[in-house]
């Protein structure tokens, strides 16, 4: 697996559980990195199964969701599955204004979301 910055990965059984080192996501470099290590874990590593975990993460910006829905697109292009959880109230409360609540699987716990695989 390649080295992550802004990302810790670990398994559990046949999914790939993501957390993220960085609370707030908003600087412009970093979210391009963040973007390229998560594209990687698809591309690179070949993992179909992710689950972010969000606990910890404050802030995302609307560019940090750009990358996720680019993310989401490539996981199901290979017939994957992407699962979020542990998501803020604030961060909960943009994914449902700006409707990706509906293309997103979000679950409130990182055990419930692993259920859902």
């Known amino acids: 697996m390649a080295s992550h910055h802004h990302l810790d990965v670990s398994q559990s059984g ?4 993501v957390r993220f080192v960085d609370r707030r996501i908003l ?7 963040l973007g390229d290590e998560l594209f ?5 590593d070949h993992l179909k199964r992710l689950l972010l975990n969000f ?5 995302l910006s609307s ?3 750009n990358k996720l ?3 989401d697109k490539k996981v199901k292009s290979i017939g994957g599955k992407l699962v ?3 998501l803020r109230q604030e961060i909960k409360e943009v994914f449902a204004i700006t409707r990706l609540d509906q293309l997103f699987n979000i679950s409130d716990s990182e055990q419930q979301a692993l259920a859902d695989f």
Do not use: P, R, Y
Request: avoid cysteine; proline fraction near 0%; hydrophobic fraction near 55%.
């Open 63 to 65: 560019a940090a969701l």
């Open 84 to 86: 979020l959880s542990d």
């Open 27 to 33: 600087d412009a470099s970093n979210i391009e990195e």
């Open 40 to 44: 990687a874990l698809v591309e690179t």
């Open 69 to 71: 829905i680019i993310l």
């Open 14 to 17: 046949d999914v790939s559980v």
């Open 55 to 59: 606990t910890g993460v404050e802030f």
